[in-house]
């Protein structure tokens, strides 16, 4: 399993050990600088990548290896339209025939327009959405959106959540 995130955030941590402790063949990929004055922690062990921005967007630069792992290894990627990588992940992910979990806000009011257009084309490349909360998976639901859904939760991410999202995926075998 590949975890995609665009950097690692501390306000984070609990989760990523969360997955590092559950997933422990787990690839982590992320960029070592953030923005907006966020304290990033990087890890000598993982896949750690510089990202650069270009006005509202996040470019991640890569390896091989990293191109690899997402064509033979399904992925959780953070689910920023945004973030450029997540583009380009999702079509090596798709050659190599792996499955692509978007981890995501989903979304806070209902949507509409452009914006909806493409959030919801966005959004629909994915296998599953991991979300963090019931109400997002309400809205999203109820503005037609036919894609698996399971809430995960944020940084309070319960233990059994994750143990049930990756014994239901497949994820540990």
Known sequence: MNII??????????????????LPSSRFIYGRNGRDNIKVI???YD???????FGGLIFQTFSYDDILSIYRKPSVILADMRFFNVWLYLIIARLGRQKV???THGVLTK??????????????????LLLYSN??????????LKIPMEV???????????????????VYN
């Open 5 to 22: 995130y665009h950097y690692f955030p501390e306000f984070r941590i609990s989760i990523f050990s969360c997955l590092r402790k559950e």
């Open 42 to 44: 990087t890890d000598s």
């Open 47 to 53: 896949s750690v990548k510089r990202n650069i921005f």
């Open 101 to 103: 979990y978007f981890w």
């Open 111 to 128: 949507p509409s327009g452009l914006k909806w257009i493409l959030r919801r084309f966005f959004l629909g490349r994915a296998d599953k």
């Open 135 to 144: 109400h997002s998976k309400n809205i999203l639901i109820s503005a037609g």
């Open 152 to 170: 995960v939760g944020n940084s309070n991410y319960l233990h059994s959540e994750l143990d049930k999202f990756a014994s239901e995926s497949n």
